[in-house]
């Protein structure tokens, strides 16, 4: 298992990932990160389990989205949408999926900017990524 962070804040215009800069926590090696970039990569068949945690805002009135990348498809499932009443205000957002690699493609997860207005990445947001079968 895996779990990044970020230490500092981050900008993201429409199609821009979060990246990672921290290590918090790594076992085992189902999965791989190199530090300062944006993918986690599934290394090996099976199911992961996918947690990401954020406080996140518009840089706008009006609403913040993101969601979960595998292989850069957006998973509609693990679509977050935090709405903005005042530019800069920042909402926590939190979703866990189960992710199946499959054909030994070695899938990256990334957590994405799906939306169409420029979001806030408050500091130390959280991706978890485990091999669980």
């Known amino acids: 298992?895996?779990?990044?962070?970020?230490?500092?804040?981050?900008?993201?215009?429409?199609?821009?990932?979060?990246t990672f800069n921290t290590v918090v926590l790594h076992t085992g090696c189902g999965e791989c990160h190199r530090a300062n970039t944006s993918s986690v990569k599934l290394k090996y068949k099976g199911i992961y389990e996918v947690s990401f945690s954020a406080n996140i805002g518009?840089?706008?009135v009006g609403i913040a989205q993101l969601a979960i990348q595998a292989g850069g498809d957006t998973l509609?499932?693990?679509?977050?949408?935090?709405?903005?009443?005042?530019?800069?205000?920042?909402?926590?957002?939190?979703?866990?999926?189960?992710?199946?690699?499959?054909?030994?493609d070695y899938d990256?997860?990334?957590?994405?900017?799906?939306?169409?207005?420029?979001?806030?990445?408050?500091?130390?947001?959280?991706l978890f990524v485990s091999r669980r079968s």
């Open 1 to 18: 298992m895996i779990s990044l962070s970020n230490t500092t804040a981050q900008t993201l215009a429409p199609g821009q990932s979060i």
């Open 58 to 60: 518009s840089t706008t």
């Open 76 to 104: 509609p499932e693990s679509t977050m949408i935090s709405t903005t009443a005042v530019a800069g205000n920042l909402n926590n957002v939190a979703k866990t999926i189960a992710v199946r690699n499959c054909c030994d």
């Open 108 to 126: 990256r997860i990334t957590v994405t900017n799906t939306g169409t207005t420029t979001v806030t990445i408050g500091a130390n947001p959280v």
